[in-house]
Nanobody
Protein backbone atom coordinates (compact mmCIF):
# COMPACT_ATOMS: atom_id res chain seq x y z
CA UNK A 1 0.00 0.00 0.00
CA UNK A 2 1.14 3.56 -0.73
CA UNK A 3 0.03 6.71 1.04
CA UNK A 4 0.59 10.36 0.27
CA UNK A 5 0.20 12.71 3.22
CA UNK A 6 0.19 16.48 2.81
CA UNK A 7 0.92 19.05 5.50
CA UNK A 8 1.64 22.74 5.81
CA UNK A 9 -1.69 24.27 4.92
CA UNK A 10 -3.31 26.99 6.95
CA UNK A 11 -4.62 30.53 7.07
CA UNK A 12 -2.41 33.35 5.81
CA UNK A 13 -2.90 36.96 4.83
CA UNK A 14 -2.58 38.09 1.23
CA UNK A 15 1.07 38.58 0.35
CA UNK A 16 2.16 35.91 2.80
CA UNK A 17 3.84 32.56 2.28
CA UNK A 18 3.22 28.90 3.03
CA UNK A 19 5.22 25.77 2.36
CA UNK A 20 3.34 22.57 1.65
CA UNK A 21 4.92 19.15 2.04
CA UNK A 22 3.80 15.74 0.82
CA UNK A 23 5.42 12.53 1.98
CA UNK A 24 4.94 9.25 0.19
CA UNK A 25 5.17 6.13 2.32
CA UNK A 26 4.66 2.41 1.94
CA UNK A 27 6.19 -0.29 -0.20
CA UNK A 28 7.79 2.10 -2.69
CA UNK A 29 10.27 1.00 -5.32
CA UNK A 30 10.40 4.26 -7.22
CA UNK A 31 8.54 7.53 -7.71
CA UNK A 32 8.17 9.23 -11.05
CA UNK A 33 6.46 12.56 -11.62
CA UNK A 34 5.16 14.39 -8.55
CA UNK A 35 2.79 17.30 -8.60
CA UNK A 36 0.30 19.54 -6.90
CA UNK A 37 -3.32 20.23 -7.76
CA UNK A 38 -5.90 22.43 -6.07
CA UNK A 39 -9.65 22.65 -5.84
CA UNK A 40 -11.45 25.82 -4.84
CA UNK A 41 -15.05 25.75 -3.55
CA UNK A 42 -17.48 25.20 -6.39
CA UNK A 43 -14.71 24.65 -8.94
CA UNK A 44 -13.06 21.68 -10.58
CA UNK A 45 -9.71 20.42 -9.43
CA UNK A 46 -6.92 22.10 -11.39
CA UNK A 47 -3.28 21.36 -11.94
CA UNK A 48 -0.80 23.71 -10.24
CA UNK A 49 2.73 22.39 -10.74
CA UNK A 50 4.72 19.29 -11.63
CA UNK A 51 8.27 18.15 -11.00
CA UNK A 52 9.64 15.31 -13.09
CA UNK A 53 11.93 12.65 -11.68
CA UNK A 54 14.92 14.34 -13.27
CA UNK A 55 14.08 17.65 -11.63
CA UNK A 56 12.52 19.63 -14.46
CA UNK A 57 9.47 21.62 -13.45
CA UNK A 58 6.40 23.18 -14.98
CA UNK A 59 3.79 25.57 -13.58
CA UNK A 60 0.29 26.75 -14.25
CA UNK A 61 0.48 30.32 -15.54
CA UNK A 62 -1.23 31.99 -12.56
CA UNK A 63 1.36 30.66 -10.10
CA UNK A 64 4.51 31.10 -12.15
CA UNK A 65 7.10 33.30 -10.38
CA UNK A 66 5.21 32.88 -7.08
CA UNK A 67 5.23 29.13 -6.42
CA UNK A 68 8.22 26.78 -6.45
CA UNK A 69 7.95 23.01 -6.55
CA UNK A 70 10.84 20.84 -5.38
CA UNK A 71 11.46 17.27 -4.29
CA UNK A 72 13.74 15.25 -2.07
CA UNK A 73 13.96 11.81 -3.62
CA UNK A 74 15.74 10.36 -0.59
CA UNK A 75 12.78 11.34 1.58
CA UNK A 76 10.06 10.55 -1.00
CA UNK A 77 8.84 14.10 -0.46
CA UNK A 78 7.60 16.88 -2.69
CA UNK A 79 7.27 20.48 -1.58
CA UNK A 80 5.39 23.53 -2.79
CA UNK A 81 6.73 26.88 -1.65
CA UNK A 82 4.00 29.46 -2.13
CA UNK A 83 4.91 33.14 -1.97
CA UNK A 84 2.94 36.32 -2.61
CA UNK A 85 -0.27 34.46 -1.92
CA UNK A 86 -3.53 35.88 -3.19
CA UNK A 87 -7.12 35.27 -2.03
CA UNK A 88 -7.74 33.42 -5.30
CA UNK A 89 -5.15 30.83 -4.23
CA UNK A 90 -7.59 29.68 -1.55
CA UNK A 91 -8.29 26.00 -2.15
CA UNK A 92 -7.67 22.49 -0.96
CA UNK A 93 -4.25 21.47 -2.28
CA UNK A 94 -3.66 17.87 -3.27
CA UNK A 95 -0.43 16.01 -3.82
CA UNK A 96 -0.19 13.58 -6.74
CA UNK A 97 2.52 11.09 -7.67
CA UNK A 98 3.27 8.17 -9.95
CA UNK A 99 4.55 5.42 -7.70
CA UNK A 100 5.80 1.93 -8.48
CA UNK A 101 5.45 -0.51 -5.60
CA UNK A 102 7.95 -3.28 -5.05
CA UNK A 103 5.31 -5.86 -5.99
CA UNK A 104 4.28 -4.13 -9.22
CA UNK A 105 5.73 -3.89 -12.70
CA UNK A 106 4.12 -0.58 -13.57
CA UNK A 107 3.57 2.63 -11.68
CA UNK A 108 0.18 3.74 -10.43
CA UNK A 109 -1.10 7.24 -9.76
CA UNK A 110 -1.81 8.18 -6.17
CA UNK A 111 -3.46 11.16 -4.47
CA UNK A 112 -3.11 12.63 -1.02
CA UNK A 113 -6.07 13.59 1.14
CA UNK A 114 -5.57 17.32 0.66
CA UNK A 115 -4.60 20.26 2.85
CA UNK A 116 -6.58 23.48 3.13
CA UNK A 117 -4.96 26.78 2.19
CA UNK A 118 -6.94 29.92 2.98
CA UNK A 119 -5.69 33.36 1.98
CA UNK A 120 -7.46 36.33 3.55
CA UNK A 121 -7.60 39.73 1.90
Amino acid sequence: QVQLVESGGGLVQAGGSLRLSCVASGSIASIGDMGWYRQAPGKQREWVAVIFRGGNTNYEDSVKDRFTISRDNAKNTVYLQMNSLKPEDTAVYYCNADVRRWDAITAYNYWGQGTQVTVSS
